[in-house]
């Protein structure tokens, strides 16, 4: 079984659509989390980190369910250049060291 | 440009040679990644510097690579023998403690 898992879509939506991706993640003493974005032939930049408490930013929120060892992305009102690969990231403590990327879920958004 | 710097960019190489891959973090980070990344994979994690020690090494990582960062500032990454299957995107990546990752624009190796 994978560490990080995601579906890898692709996820085609209309502009304006309200878009979800799920990750899972094996390793219950995983203490953080974070979403990334990759555009085409580019390097992954943060998105946005995952609070147990859940976090907005902007049309971005974010959620974590330790429980079911799940994180939510949700994005709202899309645009076009939300088109990307969007990758869930999980590191097994507090200090980084062996960060695990999911595979990504890819997203296009289409006028 | 103050980001992370990658050299070189692209890499062609025949099978059996040796590669090198050079990283230059942000200067004030202390914390430095390699990862490879493959078409439609995620990045894959290789290995992991605190200043100048390597903290962890992914037990996917053949003898045919190390990794070294002798100064705690710039890193290289070298794969022996190479093998087609090491064509892949390396990427290095640097934070200043937990957090975000910076990445770099990433090293593509190519090899026939």
């Known amino acids: 079984r994978k560490e990080v898992e995601q579906d890898p879509g692709p996820f085609n939506v209309p502009e304006g659509a309200t878009v979800a991706f799920n990750c899972t993640y094996s390793n219950s003493a995983s203490q953080s989390f974070f979403w990334y974005r990759q555009d085409c032939r580019k390097e992954p930049k943060l998105l946005m980190s995952?609070?147990?408490s859940g976090n907005e930013d902007g049309r971005f929120t974010a959620q974590l369910n330790r429980a079911s060892q799940y994180i939510s992305l949700l994005i709202r009102d899309s645009k076009l250049s939300d088109s990307a690969t969007y990758l869930c990231?999980?590191?097994?403590?507090?200090?980084?060291?062996?960060?695990?990327f999911g595979a990504g879920t890819r997203l296009f958004v289409k006028a | 440009d103050t980001g992370v710097s990658q050299d070189p960019r692209h890499k062609i190489t025949k099978r059996g040679q040796n590669v090198t891959f050079r990283c230059d973090p942000i200067?004030?980070?202390?914390?430095l990644y390699w990862y490879r990344q493959t078409l439609g994979q995620g990045p894959e994690f290789l290995t992991y510097f605190q200043n100048e020690a390597q903290l962890e090494k992914s037990r996917l990582l053949s003898d045919r690579f190390s990794a070294e960062r002798p100064k705690g500032s710039f890193s290289t990454l070298e794969i022996q023998r190479t093998e087609q299957g090491d064509s892949a995107m390396y990427l290095c990546?640097?934070?200043?403690?937990?957090?975000?990752?910076?990445f770099g624009e990433g090293s593509r190796l190519t090899v026939l």
């Open positions: 200067s004030e980070h202390n914390r």
């Open positions: 995952v609070y147990s």
């Open positions: 990231v999980v590191s097994p403590r507090t200090g980084g060291f062996k960060t695990i």
């Open positions: 990546a640097s934070s200043l403690g937990p957090g975000e990752l910076f």
